[in-house]
């Protein structure tokens, strides 16, 4: 690892935070209200669709992220649906001014991508005080909250059926491909400015991807990467190293799976099968799978276990276990030399080569010594794949004491974290 070509910031043991609730779920974090009129629906090319009527139904029946967690607070908020170019319509959400009001075009926008198997929603658990979206809004910039395809809010396509396995059939490549692109082209055409990017978890890994294949790098001004999961081959858990052996395993084919519903008995009953292996604790399962977190607020879990885990394909989850056991950052494998032949042009799955992002991106990276997904030995193979970055465009944060979900629900993470995040954006605002 090469340190010396970057600005490294080292952030002292913080106090314990009072969390000792136990987690139920092996997958719960590998990873003024508006009327029908705020609505906008519009595809990532700007132009305009009518959505289904059980699509409107669907939409009507839940309290959206704006009315359930940020106008009651008293924000504004507007709600959007993004179509991208394979037809998946996704929610997202728009808190353009701060809780004193001023908004307007001139505010730089930061679009927030989260990661998997949770939605928009995990930036908004704690207090306005505490919460990234809020901070960001208050402190002058344009939020935007994205929700990939499959989640409560982006269940909706132009023509499949989410009950059926066509919905499903995805990875986190179609998400590089597809869901970012669309996502950053409809912010950057609705505000005219570059966009400033934050990503948790596999929101990193859509990032980081992305811009090694130089895609809508044009409309990002600069990122940052809280808990980079671009390689997971030093995972620590013994929980996480069983589940990523078991998606290998090709369990869809064992359970018949395309749609992974946390929430679903097959789910249930893979975790009680994972949770039995020897060395295996599923005690307190969070910390089975993320680390022990130091920051968490009781009140907090209690009303993230509320709204998520969310729905991903099984398929993204063996794509990301392909990760675990490769050591390598590729599209996904298909498992014999034919058929990658027949979606790649050649035998093994092509690289992501993230040497190939550009130097001059600025890219505030953090990340914690406690994170038993995010391992410091993967960090450590990052940023060495990103040694030859310009040294000034590259900020490098360590949290001795951090865990996974520390970096989106701790309590301490805006003293920590965020006003970190605040003033990076502002130094690059007018790069």
Known sequence: MHLRAQKHLVVPKQEMGSSSLVIWS????????????????????????????????????????????????????QEFNVRTDDGYILSVQRIPEGLAGGGGNSRPPVLLQHGVLVDGMTWLLNSPQQSLAMILADRGFDVWIANIRGTRYSRRHATLDPSKPEFWNWTWDDLVMHDLPALLDFVFQQTGQKIHYVGHSMGTLMALAAFSERKQIDKVKSAALLSPIAFLSHMTTALGVVAAKAFVGEITTLFGLSEFNPKGDAVASLLKALCAQPGVDCYDLLSALTGKNCCLNASTVELFLKNEPQSTSTKNLVH????????????????????????????????????????????????GGQDALSDVKDVETLLDSLKFHDIEKLHVQYIKDYAHADFIMGVTAKDVVYNQIVEFFRSNQLN
Request: with cysteine; charged share 15%.
């Open 26 to 77: 092996f997958f719960a974090l590998l990873c003024p209200i508006l009327n029908s009129s705020n609505e906008v629906v519009a595809s990532s090319r700007g132009g305009p669709f009518r959505l289904a009527e059980t699509e409107v139904a669907i939409g009507a029946a839940q309290a959206g992220i704006c009315a359930s967690a940020v106008t009651i607070h008293g924000y504004r908020c």
């Open 320 to 367: 990301l276990s392909q990760t675990v056991r490769d050591g390598k950052l590729t599209k996904y494998d298909y498992g014999n030399a034919y058929f990658n032949v027949a979606h790649y042009g050649e035998s093994k799955p092509p690289s992501y080569n993230l040497a190939n992002i550009p130097n001059d991106l600025p890219i505030f990276l953090s990340y």
